[in-house]
């Protein structure tokens, strides 16, 4: 008699659990939040050769940035930044690519040029884009730069890129 009482005890138990938990669907990430990252790579030298901008010696990670609200900041190893740019999507950069203002700093002054990158290369620790020319003339000297890129929106979940490298490296203001 116990024992029938405790089976039917958790039995019920079960069953009303089971009514009592909210209903998920396999679009749960489709409605993940989403943020608008950032990207800052820096290199110790930079080349412009034709329409190829050339990032000699690059870091070996993307810093990368949210703004308000998230205000998430971490770094990204270049191998999962590059896969950034195979995913499809309208608002992927393989689908629209991003515009990025190169700073380079030379001779105690700061050039700047505007581009859009397209087709990230890596030959050894050297990174080379196809660019488009959007503002600025092409630099005459190179030296130590930081390329900041535009945003691309991306889920903030734990197996999202930036969720990832946040569960490691991350600051929250």
């Not at 195979?86 to 700093?105: C, H, I, M, R, Y």
């Not at 390329?147 to 991350?170: K, N, Q």
Request: charged share 25%; net charge neutral; glycine share 6%.
């Amino acid at each position: 008699m116990k024992r029938g009482l405790l089976v039917t005890t958790i039995l019920t138990t079960l069953l009303m659990a089971q009514v009592c938990l909210p209903v998920t669907s396999s679009s749960a990430a489709d409605s993940a939040k989403k943020a608008d990252v950032l990207f800052v790579q820096t290199a110790h030298d930079v080349r412009l050769e034709g329409e190829k901008l050339i990032l000699k010696g690059i870091s070996p990670t993307v810093l990368f940035f949210t703004d308000r609200p998230e205000r998430v900041a971490g770094n990204m190893a270049n191998d999962r930044y590059l896969k950034l740019w195979q995913e499809d999507g309208k608002d992927s950069f393989l689908a629209d690519p991003p515009n990025a203002t190169l700073s380079v700093f030379a001779d105690d002054t700061v050039g700047e040029l505007v581009v859009t990158l397209r087709n990230p290369q890596f030959t050894g620790d050297d990174l080379t884009y196809d660019i488009s020319v959007i503002k600025g003339k092409p630099l005459e000297k190179g030296g130590p730069c930081a390329l900041f890129i535009d945003i691309i929106g991306m889920p903030l979940t734990p197996l999202s890129y930036a969720g990832v490298a946040r569960r490691t490296v991350y600051r929250r203001w």
